[in-house]
């Protein structure tokens, strides 16, 4: 009940206006044309599938190549670091990462010399993120923040298989 109870009031508002009267896919089709629809829908769906399914695939990667003492000490601070400090923490470590002034935001200077090599532009002098790599941005801090979890759930599985099938 308390799943589908929230469950079906999500389809009976969307197919219903304020008044209770059945209005089909109405509000989809508003919705679906209003500025920047096609923007907004490819970000859900690429915050939907891309963002979890990197998480896990980094998350099994990372587990399985951290065997060794020096590696799982790497992975700790690194990856798992994120899981014991507060999203507030992470927040703030991305904000210094991507600080809009490339001297001091070494993500912020790689990204520039990419975008500015890939644009033709050899010297790396192009604007800062813009509205076209800021969900990068935000996307590599989610990753960054819940990868940890990943290798920590996937370490302990394969813990539990012979190593010569996880080299396998």
């Known amino acids: 009940a308390l799943v589908l109870w929230p469950v079906a009031r999500i389809v ?3 197919v219903t206006d304020a008044g209770g009267r059945f209005v089909g896919a109405e509000h989809f089709r508003a919705a679906l044309s209003a500025d920047g629809a096609g923007a907004t829908l490819v970000r859900t769906v690429v915050w939907a599938l891309l963002v979890p399914t ?13 065997r060794s003492d020096h590696g799982r000490r790497t992975a700790r601070w690194i990856l798992v670091g994120p899981i ?8 703030v470590a991305f904000r ?14 790689l990204l520039q010399g990419v975008v500015g090599w890939f644009g033709g532009d ?29 290798v920590v759930v996937f370490r302990t599985a394969l813990a539990q298989v012979p190593p010569e099938l996880v080299d396998a």
Do not use: C, K, N, Q
């Not at 210094?96 to 200077?109: K, S, V």
């Not at 010297?123 to 790599?133: I, M, N, R, Y």
């Open 12 to 14: 009976h508002a969307s």
């Open 54 to 66: 990197v998480v896990t695939g980094l998350g099994l990667v990372f587990a399985a190549g951290f």
């Open 84 to 91: 014991a400090l507060p999203l507030v923490v992470t927040a």
């Open 96 to 109: 210094l990462l991507y600080d809009p002034d490339p001297d001091r935001g070494p993500a912020t200077a």
């Open 122 to 150: 050899r010297d790396g002098t192009v604007a800062w993120l813009g509205p076209e790599l800021i969900t990068f941005a935000l996307m590599s801090a989610f990753v960054w923040a819940w990868v940890g979890l990943a």
